[in-house]
């Protein structure tokens, strides 16, 4: 997988990355010559140099993956085994590489690359120094290619929480994370996921918290990062009075509130149903009732048949009764590798019968069925208002005994790393 992070507090860093405009693309000098005529020389650039960003100091992680180095130095391969996962695939034993893009990719710009594909893969780092969900905001970018196309698997990152004696060579689905952002597909339910989890004041327990997902028009961009297998940005900022913005490519496709844009929400119900709470034996939640007064009619037969036949129908002139509709194929012959003893008896395929193109019918005429003008169906009262309608009943609502007010879910749990584990089957995510 080809990403570029960064992690940042209050300012936020285009990409190095980025495609010379045309206009851009060759230096045009005039010259006036001793006659007084112009002379044009085009100067063609004909490569488009990258240049690594300079790190920010303070950015609490930064990766652009130009050094083939940091892998294996200071990003870790996992090596632990998935849980619940058959011995012959549970090892997270996913190839990655850093190298460039395939297609047009800039002189000296590389990227982690998720070689394979149907492998658990996992990989990691450390964090600068943990981030602190204090008085300022958090900005989680990073850039991702789906080279091949992508039609089921993700292209989502972890920040981990933060916690003594991390060691990511063990690092894997089940090491607890604090947010949880990026891109999943598996045919046709594709998301960009933006979780984190929430730790409950009353038991400490955590619990995930998964945003609303992209809808309207906002689908189509997320679409296109699925299918073009271009690279594209992707960014996440969460700001301490519980707001956050995701967009692609700088075009925000999500925002809202951590309070009210997730589910299960943060904060439970002030007040729940009372368990105890039964509904009244007498109660009656029948709005309408069959008119007890009504009387069926006389004449209403509820035995006469939806439909009889047509007495006054007669067969066409010219309806052959003696051919069938179809008949064997008189030019079809038995293949020459049918076996009777495997296949059992062979015979042509049935095709229209030429003798009843032009006529009005073949094989055994009978009368049409007709609607049966008497037909009333089973007789039952109308409906009329009951009078001992209550309404819908509702049990009575109690304080709810689990009830908390979190008025700041931006104080998460500190992290310390960054950590990449999919599984996908597509190869060559950059």
Not at 8 to 26: C, M, N, P, Q
Request: net charge negative; hydrophobic share 30%; charged share 30%.
């Amino acid at each position: 997988m080809r990403l570029r992070y960064w992690l940042l507090v209050s300012v936020v860093l285009a990409l190095g990355r980025g495609h010379v405009e045309d206009d851009d693309e060759a230096t045009v000098e005039t010259e006036e010559a001793a006659g007084g005529e112009d002379i044009v020389s085009v100067e063609t650039l004909d490569d488009i140099a990258y240049i690594t960003p300079e790190s920010h100091p303070d950015h609490y992680f930064e990766e652009h993956f130009d050094d083939a180095g940091v892998l294996g130095n200071k990003w870790i391969k996992s090596q632990a085994k998935k849980d619940g996962a058959e011995e012959a695939i549970s090892k997270y034993d996913g190839e990655w590489n850093i190298e460039p893009l395939v297609k047009d990719a800039l002189t000296g710009d590389q990227g982690l690359v998720l070689k394979s594909k149907a492998k658990h893969a996992a990989i990691s780092s450390k964090l600068k120094k943990p981030f602190q969900f204090a008085d300022r905001q958090i900005v989680i970018q990073y850039e991702i290619a789906f080279q091949n196309g992508q039609d089921c698997g993700g292209g989502y990152i972890k920040l981990l929480s933060e916690a003594k004696g991390m060691d990511l060579r063990q690092f894997n689905d089940k090491t607890p994370y604090t947010i949880m952002f990026g891109p999943d597909k598996c045919g046709s339910d594709s998301k960009l996921h933006f979780i984190f989890r929430h730790k409950n004041p009353l038991t400490g327990e955590y619990e995930e918290k998964h945003c609303k997902k992209v809808e309207g028009k906002s689908r189509s961009s997320l679409e296109e990062v699925f299918k073009d297998k271009r690279p594209h940005l992707l960014r996440l900022i969460i700001r301490p009075d519980n707001t956050f913005e995701v967009s692609v490519d700088q075009t925000v496709i999500n925002h809202g509130s951590l309070h009210d844009s997730f589910t299960p929400p943060v904060n439970p119900p002030a007040e729940i149903d009372d368990p105890k709470d039964k509904m009244p034996a007498d109660w009656d939640e029948r709005e309408k009732i069959p008119d007890p007064e009504a009387v069926k009619p006389e004449d209403w037969d509820e035995d006469a048949p939806r439909q009889i036949i047509d007495e006054s129908a007669e067969k066409p002139d010219g309806w052959l009764d003696d051919e069938p509709d179809m008949i064997p194929d008189p030019e079809a012959t038995m293949p020459d590798d049918w076996d009777a003893e495997m296949d059992g008896d062979w015979e042509a395929p049935l095709i229209d019968n030429p003798a009843c193109k032009e006529a009005a019918g073949c094989g055994s005429w009978a009368q049409p069925m007709i609607d049966n003008p008497d037909y009333k169906g089973k007789w039952y009262p109308e409906l009329i208002n009951n009078p001992n309608y209550k309404g819908k009943w509702k049990p009575r609502k109690i304080p709810n005994p689990n009830y908390f007010n979190d008025e700041h879910p931006f104080h998460m749990t500190s992290i310390s790393g960054v950590g990449i584990e999919l599984w996908s089957m597509s190869e060559n995510i950059y």
